[in-house]
């Protein structure tokens, strides 16, 4: 119940489900009977308003989950705009369930500040954040920030893996694999300058593309 896409959440879909209790108490009963199998949800605090939650976190704990993932945003907020954090904070408290905050987490320090403000929380969860700085948990492990010259080439390594699968396991020539991989760089581009991210996204072949992407390191 976190996805934000717009065509799911008209349709009821991901954060969508958030505004129908009668799906969450049917999904409920599900899970309650199904005492062989292990549950969590994901969700975030509502659709268009952050209090949402208040409506069916009972509902939520009458269900016997592992965790519960909050990302306080709505549904309408996408991925931008402030966190709301008392309606996070509220709901915390109400929550019978583990609860794993996420959302905006994008460096060793804010990882820090999140766990002691919430000591009571069972987990941190990245998304998008470990994306930007697929560095970010060895770096929080060592507890030291890299250098940005130590954040690229563990970028480019991660890149360099992804790309090498990409070319083993897809069948459709370059454009195929070209249009798996340029979209990552919208979050791995966040460490160089627009312009050299800019010669990536054009690149209209391997080879071609493969130069530019040499061009960072």
Sequence with gaps: MGCPFVPQVRKGRGAGMLVRSDVIS???RHVQSMTD???SIKMRLGVEKPTDWRDIIGI???MPLSHL????RTASQQYAGELHTDEFNRLLEQSTNPVIFNGDIESPSQIDA???SHSELNGIMLGRGLLKRPSVIAEWYQQREWTHAERVSHLLDLHEAIFEHYSKTLTGGDAQILSKIKPLWEYLGTEFERKAIKKIIKANSISGYRIAVMQLA
């Design 26 to 28: 049917e999904i409920s």
């Design 37 to 39: 199998m292990i549950f």
């Design 114 to 116: 999140i766990r002691e």
């Design 60 to 62: 939520i704990n009458d």
């Design 69 to 72: 993932t909050i990302h306080p």
